[in-house]
C-alpha cells in the first residue's frame, strides 16, 4: 500500500503563488509516476501534473507556464508551485501515485482563488 497525504491548500486572491507538498509513504518502491489531479465543484477530475520516471514532466494546457511540478525521491515527495492563480484554478487539488499499475490517491487540499 501506499500512503499520500498533501498539504500547503488554502485561500488566495487572483496572481497570487501557492505551493502544494504530498508526501508518500508505506511501499515506495517502483512508483512510475507521481502528480496532481483536481476536482472543480461539478466537474470531472483532470489532470494538473504529472512527472514520471527521468523526471518528464506533463502539464495540463491550462497551467502551462504558471505551474511547476518537482520531486524529490529522497524524501519521497512531489510538490507543485502555482503561480498567477486565477479564479478557475480553485478546485480539490489531489496527489496520486502509480505503482504496479496500480493508482493511489491521497484524501485532496481545497485550494480556493478568490479576491
Known amino acids: 500500500q501506499v500512503q499520500l497525504v498533501e498539504s500547503g491548500g488554502g485561500l488566495v486572491q487572483p496572481g497570487d503563488s501557492l505551493r502544494l507538498s504530498c508526501r508518500a509513504s508505506?511501499?515506495?518502491?517502483?512508483?512510475?509516476?507521481m502528480g496532481w489531479y483536481r476536482q472543480a465543484p461539478g466537474k470531472q477530475r483532470e489532470l494538473v501534473a504529472i512527472i514520471i520516471s527521468y523526471g518528464i514532466t506533463n502539464y495540463a494546457d491550462s497551467v502551462k507556464g504558471r505551474f511547476a511540478i518537482s520531486r524529490d525521491n529522497t524524501k519521497n515527495t512531489v510538490d507543485l508551485q502555482m503561480n498567477s492563480l486565477k479564479p478557475e484554478d480553485t478546485a480539490v487539488y489531489f496527489c496520486?501515485?502509480?505503482?504496479?499499475?496500480?493508482?493511489?490517491w491521497g484524501q485532496g487540499t481545497q485550494v480556493t482563488v478568490s479576491s
Open positions: 496520486n501515485a502509480v505503482r504496479d499499475g496500480r493508482s493511489y
Open positions: 508505506g511501499i515506495i518502491s517502483r512508483l512510475s509516476a
